[in-house]
Nanobody, 126 residues
Framework: QVQLVESGGGLVQAGGSLRLSCAAS????????VGWFRQVPGKEREFVAA????????YYTGSVKGRFTMSRDNAKNTVDLQMNSLNSEDTAVYYC???????????????????WGKGTLVTVSS
């Protein structure tokens, strides 16, 4: 079976850092564009970041540019999201997602992403 499993969420103070990881199994991982999304109850899901199949291209939503860095290790079937300078607006459940045909520019608006993780909660306290 296909699984995407996020880890690394937790409670952090404003201004602090957190590193999220997503481990994939059951797919040929290097063939998939991978994205991070986040969601707060009552709000629409928001695209955060994406990385290309080879890891050479990344794409971020404006509110996290310069603060978040996405990376991947295809040998380990993992992607990471390094989050720095966190603020209260970053509080959300973070999901990783993988799509075979999306690019970094299109995965954020796709209505048919192939696979989703169950999410990990990030809470930024002030």
């Amino acid at each position: 079976q296909v699984q995407l499993v996020e880890s690394g969420g937790g409670l952090v103070q404003a201004g602090g850092s957190l590193r999220l990881s997503c481990a994939a199994s059951g797919i040929i991982f290097s063939r998939y564009t991978v994205g991070w999304f986040r969601q707060v109850p009552g709000k629409e899901r928001e695209f955060v970041a994406a990385i290309s199949r080879s890891g050479t291209i990344t794409y971020y939503t404006g509110s996290v540019k310069g603060r978040f860095t996405m990376s991947r290790d295809n040998a380990k079937n993992t992607v990471d999201l390094q989050m720095n300078s966190l603020n209260s607006e970053d509080t959300a459940v973070y999901y990783c997602a993988a799509d075979l045909t999306s690019s970094t520019q299109t995965i954020g608006t796709s209505r048919s992403v192939d696979y989703w993780g169950k999410g990990t909660l990030v809470t930024v306290s002030s």
